[in-house]
């Protein structure tokens, strides 16, 4: 089992920047790829960037690549999302997940339902 927590959503200007985080409970999250995804007013949840157990393995969906990045530190079971160069359209709630203990055949996993573990969530608002 894995708790998360994410916490860093806000209210911020376009092209400003926050940095949100996940905070994991659990001795399984250094075992488990994890990802962020989104979901704006309206529209289904997606994936903003993906990480695997170690660091590697970066997946970014298209529009905030460049501008945001991923990271983990696996001592302090914590994930990570900088964003930066912040635009209206990426105003959404912000949820950290984790792939459980499934195979893992080396790809990029970008669906929600590949993750087995959610956050409660953090709303991001651009104004512009």
């Known amino acids: 089992q894995v708790q998360l927590v994410e916490s860093g959503g806000g209210l911020v200007q376009a092209g400003g920047s926050l940095r949100l985080s996940c905070a994991a409970s659990g001795r399984t999250f250094g075992s488990s790829i994890m990802g962020w995804f989104r979901q704006a007013p309206g529209k289904e949840r997606g994936i903003v960037a993906a990480?695997?157990?170690?660091?590697?393995?970066?997946y970014y969906t298209d529009s905030v690549k460049g501008r945001f990045t991923i990271s983990r530190d696996n001592a302090k079971n914590t994930l990570y999302l900088q964003m930066n160069s912040l635009k209206p359209n990426d105003t959404a709630i912000y949820y950290c997940a984790a792939r459980g203990s499934r195979y893992d055949s080396g790809r990029d996993y970008i669906r929600p339902d590949e993750y087995d573990y959610w956050g409660q969530g953090t709303p991001v608002s651009v104004s512009s």
């Open positions: 990480i695997g157990r170690g660091g590697g393995r970066l």
